[in-house]
């Protein structure tokens, strides 16, 4: 069990940003993880860069006893001409989320996202995301109240929407 405490994303928390969003490429059992570089491309660093614009809101979450940053869940929205893998409309933003792998499966994620969408809740009508459909984060969305909005090739767009 991991005792942590969770905290807003600040601009400070720029270089975690960059590793951690990282960690949020589904990479398969026994795959080859991909190179680094992959955070220069703009389908990746669209979720990253320039952290702090309207709109965005994340929660960090830090080990309690080293204040080590261990992942995070964060908001962000994206236009029709720059949209997100997750896009669904202007006014709804994407969550990503990504755990360091030895927190993965701890509740961790869970409680991150509870705390998000409360947030999220009283400013849009949903939030959406984009999830490969082989990583076993898709049960926990579905869990969660996530719903298919489409599938193009393994990767599938979800949106959770509030009452």
């Not at 960690?23 to 702090?52: C, F, M, Q, T």
């Not at 962000?76 to 989320?97: A, K, M, Q, W």
């Amino acid at each position: 069990m991991h005792e942590y405490t969770v905290r807003p994303i600040t601009s400070e928390d720029q270089d975690f940003l960059w590793e951690i969003v990282y960690h949020a490429i589904h990479v398969p059992p026994g795959a080859e993880p991909p190179p680094r570089s992959i955070l220069n491309e703009p389908g990746v660093s669209k979720y990253v860069r320039e952290w702090g614009r309207p709109g965005d809101f994340g929660l960090l979450a830090e080990e309690q006893k080293t204040s080590q940053r261990i992942g995070a869940a964060w908001l962000r929205l994206f236009t029709l001409d720059d949209p997100g893998y997750g896009f669904v409309d202007e006014n709804i933003p994407e969550l990503s989320i990504a755990l360091f792998p030895g927190f993965r499966g701890s509740g961790i994620g869970t409680a991150l996202m509870t705390r998000i969408f409360e947030h999220a809740k009283s400013l849009y009508p949903a939030v959406s995301l984009s999830v490969v459909a082989s990583n076993p984060a898709l049960r926990l969305y579905e869990r969660l109240g996530f719903q298919r909005v489409s599938v193009t090739g393994n990767s599938i767009t979800a949106q959770l929407r509030f009452a």
